[in-house]
């Protein structure tokens, strides 16, 4: 899987992504980064991509054309049109299940704006996706997109060493996943549960589904309207809202 970022700070990009289990994925092959630098692009003799809002206001805007250019250098080579993302508070807000969807895509573009926003012809011409990591505002998309690259190639095949893992843990399901526990067994007075050191699979199954329940409930009880619940869940759920 290739993802190439459109960016005037390709470098904080590389450095961001180049170290623990997306790093080693890159490393083996698994998965490639295309940074392509904006400024590369534009045909101001001055290296300049943005200009003054029509109609006024503050801030500069950044301009359509080296962001176009910017984005056929890579249509051009892979031979199509991937799917275009735009990091903006505006956008539809990210989650696993997003991530899940996005890691089947073979190619994956993102536009990472700055300033006080992206010339809107340009985002009509390219831009396929609109996608928020949360309701605030940062000084550029990079970080979005390092956020979303790094949950969408967790989702590739191959890139954790524990093929589990990605479908063991937090959300998961919908649910939040259930507390973990280490070497020793007891730990400033606090111990283990006990269920945990029964070395009976389907107990512990139980419990830890039982958890992520109880977890969810009380940390994001929002998360339960789109959750994938039995009826002994749902029974569940509501001996614990009468207690």
């Known amino acids: 899987m290739r993802f190439h970022i459109l960016t005037l700070f390709p470098e904080m990009v590389r450095q961001g992504l180049a170290t623990s289990i997306i790093g080693n994925a890159m490393e083996n092959g698994i998965i490639e980064l295309n940074t392509v630098n904006i400024r590369d692009y534009t045909r101001d003799r001055h290296k300049k991509v943005d200009d003054y809002p029509y109609g006024g206001g503050a801030g500069m ?3 359509a054309q080296p962001i176009y250019d910017a984005w056929k250098s ?7 049109r991937p799917r275009c993302i735009y990091l903006t508070p505006q956008g539809e807000l990210f989650n696993q299940n997003m ?3 996005l890691a089947a895509e073979k190619e994956l573009i993102f536009l990472c704006g700055h300033y006080e926003g992206v010339d809107e012809r340009v985002l009509d011409e390219i831009v396929t996706d609109q996608v928020s990591i949360g309701d605030y505002v940062l000084t550029g998309g990079e970080l ?9 190639a967790r989702m590739v095949p191959g890139v954790l060493t524990n093929e589990n893992s990605g479908s063991t843990e937090s959300l998961e399901g919908g649910l939040l996943e259930y507390p973990q526990y280490s070497r020793p067994a007891e730990w400033m007075g606090r111990e283990v549960p006990q269920v945990l050191l ?21 940390s994001r ?23």
């Open 61 to 63: 805007v950044m301009q």
């Open 198 to 218: 029964s070395g009976d699979h389907q107990k512990v199954e139980a419990w830890r589904h039982e958890q992520s329940i109880l977890r969810t409930l009380r």
């Open 99 to 101: 991530a899940k969807s």
């Open 144 to 152: 979005p997109a390092m956020v979303m690259v790094d949950a969408i």
């Open 221 to 243: 009880p929002e998360l339960l309207e789109g959750a994938e619940l039995s009826l002994d869940d749902v029974k569940l759920i509501l001996k614990l809202l009468s207690q």
């Open 74 to 80: 890579v249509t051009d080579s892979v031979g199509g």
